[in-house]
């Protein structure tokens, strides 16, 4: 919410990203080298405030730049994270293991300085949005145009009568210059005046164009009332509330905030960022589910390349508009759902596979069909607000719901209550999105336009 409402309108969407990867970076570093468990802990929760400069102002970016093809672009972003999953559990034991965990953060360190490559290849939109004419397009095109005109067709002016024409019109101009300074000083005077002198100043005179010099010489500061007086001070008193009232109008303006969808949209956000701990927790579930380490990351980079796939097709199909993306992430929450209450019967390896492709194909297009089902609901103008604010209540909701199930798993000693927890919180987050289009028209009802 702040890069998005502060930071990023100052530094633009390449300087956020340049900026932001080099304190990424730094933090990274500094973690690498934390002297005790609770620096570490304080470098990496300023990491993850840092990271919303790489994140929100990359996804902000890519409504403004695609129109028909923008499905496809936003799911673009997270199949890196898709190919990281394939990759990644067998680099990073390689890596550990020749040059230990402080070796592995200092190589993630340089790694993420590809951020800043990332921000400085980024191209304004105006770059894209306008394309000017070709000067030598323009070129040829007045000179073919001179060439069509007559040798003697030119104008007969007498000597110097363009010199005389133009010394006209420039005493012409001035005199309207004169006169609208004239005017506007008084007005300007009779402002300052008013304040001054604590009058009030007569808005029918003002709107209707009238007010000159000197009737604002007329204007009598005794001439107030006692209740104009109370007036007065009453709105002096009431200045702050009015003020705060409008920055809050203001925000919920730009985030959408004041839209019954959005808001519907916000609230289901809850129960569903229960994905994020389905996501970073599989592989340790498959190991309390009977999975070796070897083949709990064997799985992690199946559901990997099963999320990639998912979200390229997610992609192609959301462009279609077949169906709209908050249908889509309906049936995707449904369907995740119903699959987490059959984790209990996965007890081996072998059936531990069919689950994970199967979790992977709904959970991989979940997290691209949010974006597109914010800009459904807010439009492309109102997006980098709304995404950051849907953001922002998705990690406070994570960060309280995984301390409470981390506890729940140590409690039982086991995952199956955690997942039937999880199903029950997609169902109860798909009921919350099916009733998104009754706020639409809602909204539509009472003229809010997003």
């Not at 933090?27 to 400069?53: C, D, E, Q, R, Y």
């Not at 394309?131 to 104008?155: F, M, Y």
């Amino acid at each position: 919410v702040l890069v998005t409402h502060y930071v990023m309108p100052k530094l633009t969407e390449r300087g956020c990203l340049i900026v932001g990867g080099i304190a990424v970076s730094l933090l990274t570093m500094g973690a690498a080298f934390a002297p005790n468990i609770g620096v570490f802990i304080v470098i990496l929760s300023v990491k993850g405030i840092v990271n919303g400069l790489n994140y929100v102002p990359a996804m902000a970016l890519i409504p403004r730049y695609f129109k028909r093809y923008r499905s496809r672009a936003s799911v673009i972003p997270f199949c890196g994270g898709s190919a990281a999953n394939i990759i990644a559990p067998f680099v990073i034991r390689a890596v550990r293991e020749e040059y230990g965990i402080r070796g592995c953060y200092i190589l993630l360190s340089a790694v993420e300085l590809h951020y800043c490559v990332a921000g400085l290849l980024l191209r304004p939109v105006s770059a894209y949005r306008f394309r000017p004419e070709d000067p030598k397009t323009v070129g040829n095109d007045t000179t073919a145009l001179q060439s069509q005109v007559p040798a003697n067709s030119q104008d007969l002016l007498l000597n110097d009568a363009a010199k005389e024409n133009h010394d006209k019109l420039l005493q012409v101009k001035s005199k309207e210059l004169d006169r609208d300074v004239g005017a506007t000083e008084a007005l300007l005077n009779h402002v300052h005046e008013a304040l001054h002198q604590k009058t009030v100043i007569n808005t029918d005179e003002m709107a209707d164009g009238t007010l000159t010099a000197d009737s604002s010489k007329d204007s009598n500061p005794d001439g107030q009332t006692q209740s104009n007086k109370e007036h007065r001070k009453e709105d002096v008193a009431d200045k702050p509330a009015v003020k705060s009232q409008t920055r809050w109008h203001k925000f919920c303006q730009a985030s959408g905030l004041e839209l019954w969808g959005f808001r519907c949209m916000l609230v289901s956000t809850i129960p569903g960022s229960v994905s994020s701990y389905l996501l970073n927790y599989m592989p340790t579930i498959c190991k309390f589910q009977g999975a070796s380490f070897e083949q709990a990351a064997f799985l992690t980079t199946i559901m990997g390349g099963v999320e990639l796939v998912s979200r390229i097709s997610t992609g192609f199909f959301a462009d279609t508009k077949v169906l709209p993306p908050s249908s889509l992430f309906v049936m995707i929450q449904l369907c995740l759902g119903i699959g987490c209450h059959f984790f209990r019967f996965t007890t081996s390896f072998v059936t531990l596979i069919p689950m994970v492709v199967y979790t992977a194909i709904f959970l991989g297009s979940r997290a691209p069909l949010q974006s597109l089902m914010c800009q459904e609901v807010v439009g492309p103008k109102k997006f980098p607000q709304a995404y950051s604010l849907a953001i922002v209540i998705l990690t406070l909701s994570s960060s309280i719901l995984n301390p409470a199930l981390g506890a729940l798993v140590e409690a039982t000693g086991s995952f199956v209550l955690v997942t039937h927890i999880l199903g029950t919180c997609f169902l109860i987050g798909s009921g919350m999105l099916a009733c998104l289009p009754l706020f639409v028209r809602l909204d539509a009802k009472h003229g809010r336009n997003k």
